[in-house]
């Protein structure tokens, strides 16, 4: 089958982050960032190919389809945690406690420190079918 140049692109999975709607700016990128880097590092198939410019430099690759990117309540943010621990989706976090570290042995520490149920989480990031990952986000609005 010959694919056209110009076809639009469908996904039957899903790359979302949820964050905690009274973060800070500067706290949304953050923890973004280090949320995705978790995705990436996990699932390398989801990382497209190298970029490359017109004149020949070479880039780093990307995810190879969107990151949308949602906020909710801290209690959206429990609901959506407990939804992908039950569907066993695999997922990364980011608690407030992890503002006052600085590497990554002590954010580990951080979160090994406290129980499941009692996560002051500000961030998740998940990649999974695209309605498991709705279901689990069922609540949460796109980050304006």
């Known amino acids: 089958m010959e694919r056209v140049e110009n076809e639009q692109i469908r996904f039957d999975t899903k790359i979302a982050v949820l964050l905690r709607d009274d973060l800070a700016t ?24 190298p970029y490359e410019d017109a ?3 070479q880039y780093l690759p990307m995810f190879g389809q969107p990151v949308l ?29 992890l503002f006052a570290t600085g590497n990554d042995r002590d954010n580990r ?20 079918p695209k309605n498991a990952v709705d279901k689990v986000l069922k609540g949460s609005r796109m980050h304006p």
């Open 109 to 128: 520490a951080a979160v090994k420190a406290v129980g499941q149920g009692q996560l002051d989480l500000v961030g998740l990031a998940l990649h999974g």
């Open 69 to 97: 990117v949602f906020e909710g309540s801290k209690e959206q943010m429990a609901i959506s945690h407990t939804r992908a621990l039950g569907r066993e989706l695999p997922h990364s976090i980011f608690t407030a406690d």
């Open 26 to 49: 500067w706290q949304r990128l953050n923890v973004t960032a280090f949320l995705v880097s978790g995705l990436a590092a996990t699932n390398p198939g989801l990382v497209g190919l």
């Open 55 to 57: 004149d020949g430099t």
